[in-house]
């Protein structure tokens, strides 16, 4: 048995993640209501159901209470459990900050009701004559994972791994973390019989690759979104995780300190962060020594 859980990630944020902590208030608010009513009439009556949106079936009269075009967004506050609630609450805990903080507030609360209404579409047309209600946040939080990878690819994971009985905490690049949790979801997809009750992997495929999309077009202007542009963090506050992973550290740089270059006073270059080498030459004794200086840093 081999099982992995991401619990934190070592990414700075500028500001206060406002939406997504409001997001995971409205979901946990949302579950404890739906704790008080019955199962089955929360789950038929605001649970998305392929067949009824596509008007080929129709729940009892009872459960008609919205059209069936609104349940693709209130099917994303429901939830099946309370670990689907958790470990949902969780991925978004640790990734939607890092998206918010890129896109905005306004935009970022956009980015994620559209990542849910399209990972439910997604759901819907794999099967689109299933009766089987779906509920959950998965298909939108998907959305705020592609949209983490395409923007912090190099950003550290911290996860736990627990193999049999050997358990520990390990640092995992975001693009492999990601990238292995697509794969998992495409295989099993595609393995899966259509309309079998479970997972609903194609709401996880269509929202990750729905994230993918809209954060390229919804990004503010001046904000790149190549691989790995914005790898660095921008900042030195925390983000709404504890500190995990191998801290970033400022890259290698060579350059001249420009209060001795005067030859006959020598040039001194800086090394990076680690060391400084000072290059000094004298006319009289025609000769070039090198200093070396060892220095430590921590940023």
Same mark, same amino acid.
């Given at each position: 048995?081999?099982?992995?859980?991401?619990?934190?990630?070592?990414?700075?944020?500028?500001?206060?993640?406002?939406?997504?902590?409001?997001?995971?208030?409205?979901? %946990?608010? &949302?579950? $404890?209501? #739906?704790?008080?009513?019955?199962?089955? /009439?929360?789950?038929?009556?605001? @649970?998305?159901?392929? *067949?009824?949106?596509?008007?080929?079936?129709?729940?009892?009269?009872?459960?008609?209470?919205?059209?069936?075009?609104?349940?693709?967004?209130?099917?994303?506050?429901?939830?099946?459990?309370?670990?689907?609630?958790?470990?949902?609450?969780?991925?978004?805990?640790?990734?939607?900050?890092?998206?918010?903080?890129?896109?905005?507030?306004?935009?970022?609360?956009?980015?994620?009701?559209?990542?849910? %209404?399209? &990972?439910? $579409?997604? #759901?819907?047309?794999?099967?689109?004559? /299933?009766?089987?209600?779906?509920? @959950?946040?998965?298909? *939108?939080?998907?959305?705020?994972?592609?949209?983490?990878?395409?923007?912090?690819?190099?950003?550290?994971?911290?996860?736990?791994?627990?193999?049999?009985?050997?358990?520990?905490?390990?640092?995992?690049?975001?693009?492999?973390?990601?990238?292995?949790?697509?794969?998992?979801?495409?295989?099993?997809?595609?393995?899966?019989?259509?309309?079998?009750?479970?997972?609903?992997?194609?709401?996880?495929?269509?929202?990750?690759?729905?994230?993918?999309?809209?954060?390229?077009?919804?990004?503010?202007?001046?904000?790149?979104?190549?691989?790995? *542009?914005?790898?660095?963090?921008?900042?030195?506050?925390?983000?709404?995780?504890?500190?995990?992973?191998?801290?970033?550290?400022?890259?290698?740089?060579?350059?001249?300190?420009?209060?001795?270059?005067?030859?006959?006073?020598?040039?001194?270059?800086?090394?990076?962060?680690?060391?400084?080498?000072?290059?000094?030459?004298?006319?009289?004794?025609?000769?070039?020594?090198?200093?070396?200086?060892?220095?430590?840093?921590?940023?």
């Amino acid at each position: 048995m081999i099982f992995a859980l991401p619990v934190s990630d070592d990414n700075p944020t500028d500001r206060e993640p406002v939406v997504t902590y409001l997001l995971i208030g409205l979901t %946990v608010g &949302a579950f $404890l209501w #739906q704790l008080g009513q019955p199962e089955r /009439a929360v789950l038929y009556s605001y @649970g998305m159901i392929p *067949a009824e949106l596509f008007g080929l079936w129709h729940p009892p009269r009872a459960y008609q209470g919205i059209p069936a075009w609104s349940k693709l967004l209130t099917s994303m506050f429901l939830h099946g459990g309370w670990f689907h609630l958790i470990g949902n609450m969780l991925f978004l805990w640790i990734f939607g900050n890092n998206v918010e903080d890129v896109l905005g507030r306004g935009r970022f609360l956009l980015f994620y009701l559209c990542c849910g %209404v399209a &990972a439910a $579409l997604t #759901q819907a047309f794999s099967n689109y004559g /299933a009766h089987v209600p779906m509920v @959950g946040a998965s298909g *939108a939080i998907a959305g705020v994972l592609g949209a983490y990878l395409l923007m912090y690819p190099q950003a550290n994971v911290r996860v736990f791994v627990w193999i049999v009985i050997f358990f520990r905490m390990v640092d995992v690049p975001a693009w492999i973390l990601l990238g292995l949790w697509f794969g998992m979801q495409l295989v099993s997809g595609l393995m899966r019989a259509p309309g079998t009750p479970g997972v609903a992997f194609w709401a996880h495929i269509g929202g990750f690759v729905s994230g993918l999309i809209l954060v390229s077009l919804l990004r503010p202007s001046g904000v790149p979104v190549p691989p790995g *542009a914005l790898a660095r963090p921008r900042s030195s506050q925390r983000g709404s995780v504890p500190a995990a992973g191998r801290p970033h550290r400022r890259p290698s740089d060579i350059w001249v300190d420009r209060r001795a270059v005067n030859p006959r006073h020598g040039v001194s270059l800086w090394l990076g962060v680690a060391g400084r080498a000072t290059f000094s030459s004298r006319r009289s004794h025609r000769s070039t020594r090198l200093r070396f200086f060892a220095k430590s840093y921590s940023p």
